[in-house]
C-alpha cells in the first residue's frame, strides 16, 4: 500500500470513529502526500455519507438482508493495526 492510499485511509478511520478529531491539519498531511483538494472533498463525502446512511439504518432498525444474516463480522482493517 502507498503511503499517499495509507494516510487518507488512516484519515477516513479518524473520520469514521472520531470525527471531531479531525482537523484542518490532516487535511494539510493529506496534500502533503499528494491527495488534492477536490479529492480530499469527494473522499470526505463518500466517507460520511456511508456513515450517515448505516446509522439511519440502524437507528430505524432496518435489518440485514437475508443473505448478511449468517455472515460472520468483518475483521478490522488491516491498516489500522
Known amino acids: ?21 479531525c482537523t484542518e491539519a490532516d487535511v494539510v498531511k493529506l496534500r502533503c502526500v ?4 477536490p479529492q480530499i ?3 470526505c463525502f463518500v466517507v460520511s455519507y456511508f456513515n450517515f446512511i448505516n446509522r439511519v439504518a440502524d437507528g ?8 448478511m444474516q449468517n455472515a460472520p463480522p468483518l475483521p478490522p482493517c488491516p491498516w489500522t493495526a
Open 1 to 21: 500500500m502507498s503511503d499517499k492510499l495509507r494516510a487518507l485511509l488512516d484519515w477516513s478511520v479518524t473520520l469514521t470513529l472520531r470525527p471531531a478529531a
Open 34 to 37: 499528494g491527495w488534492t483538494d
Open 41 to 43: 472533498s469527494a473522499a
Open 60 to 67: 430505524l432498525g432496518v435489518d440485514q438482508d437475508a443473505s
